[in-house]
């Protein structure tokens, strides 16, 4: 079987102190994880990439479990880049998330460029308990300067109570299904993202639809949640768009 296979797993619990302790954080091969300085009662965790990729055939995972009462920011140090390898395979990543009633996830990496030649499958999965509170954030940039991306598939599935709130696919680039960079998706933009909001409170006050700014719009989900969609000419642009819908939301 052609590729490397890497899973990272990360378990957050809360210490009985009002803060958050570690008893796993795994990495594995190229996928690299390091604790950093945390505020509050909040543990904070930078994936960093020790390699290129992923390439043709690799498949790499992700995964973060948050107890009750745990909260959990987890970054990333540099942006991923999707990359043609030897192998003609498609490659994978997958990111599992699970937060118990309580328990509070921040999962903001940095984007992910789709550079020619690849061909890339995202899986991003989350489950959360009642209580649970969730900000996930998704940025794809398809193609580096001046270049053509490669092919870009993202499925992002959260469930709320075991209540799916949210189960969408985007494929992009060559050999996508047409359309894709029609009016009714992309419109020509390179820089598509999303952010995905899950608080108890949203129960009680659903979150309007609206557009924030230029470039996104802010749209309730059925149960605890809203969803941010944004698109944008580059990386810089949709970073801002995404940053000015959370804190249109009032997060922080």
């Not at 390699?51 to 990333?76: K, N, Q």
């Not at 494929?171 to 993202?193: E, H, I, S």
Request: proline residues 6%; contains cysteine; glycine residues 14%.
């Amino acid at each position: 079987m052609s590729g490397v296979h890497a899973t990272a797993r990360i378990g957050a619990r809360a210490d009985g102190r009002g803060g958050t302790s570690l008893p796993v954080l795994e990495s594995d091969g190229p996928l690299a994880l390091r604790r950093t300085r945390g505020t509050g009662g909040e543990a904070r965790v930078m994936l960093v990439g020790a390699m290129s990729g992923p390439l043709g055939g690799d498949r790499f995972a992700v995964e973060a479990e948050v107890g009750s009462d745990a909260r959990l920011h987890v970054g990333s140090a540099a942006a991923t880049i999707a990359l043609p390898g030897q192998a003609k395979d498609e490659a994978h990543y997958d990111v599992r998330l699970t937060v118990a009633d309580g328990g509070e996830l921040r999962w903001l990496p940095e984007q992910l460029i789709s550079a020619k030649g690849s061909d890339l499958f995202v899986t991003t999965r989350a489950e959360l308990g009642a209580d649970a509170r969730l900000v996930l954030r998704e940025e794809q940039v398809l193609g580096r300067v001046g270049e053509e991306p490669g092919r870009l598939t993202s499925r992002l599935t959260v469930r709320v109570a075991g209540r799916v709130v949210l189960d969408q696919e985007l494929a992009c680039g060559p050999g996508a299904p047409g359309g894709w960079d029609g009016p009714a998706v992309l419109a020509g933009y390179r820089a598509v993202g999303q952010l995905v909001v899950v608080r108890p409170e949203f129960l009680e006050t659903p979150t309007a639809a609206r557009n924030v700014g230029e470039h996104a719009c802010v749209m309730p989900l059925a149960g605890p949640a809203a969803l941010v969609t944004a698109v944008a000419p580059d990386a810089l642009r949709l970073r801002r768009a995404l940053d000015e819908a959370l804190a249109d939301l009032g997060i922080r």
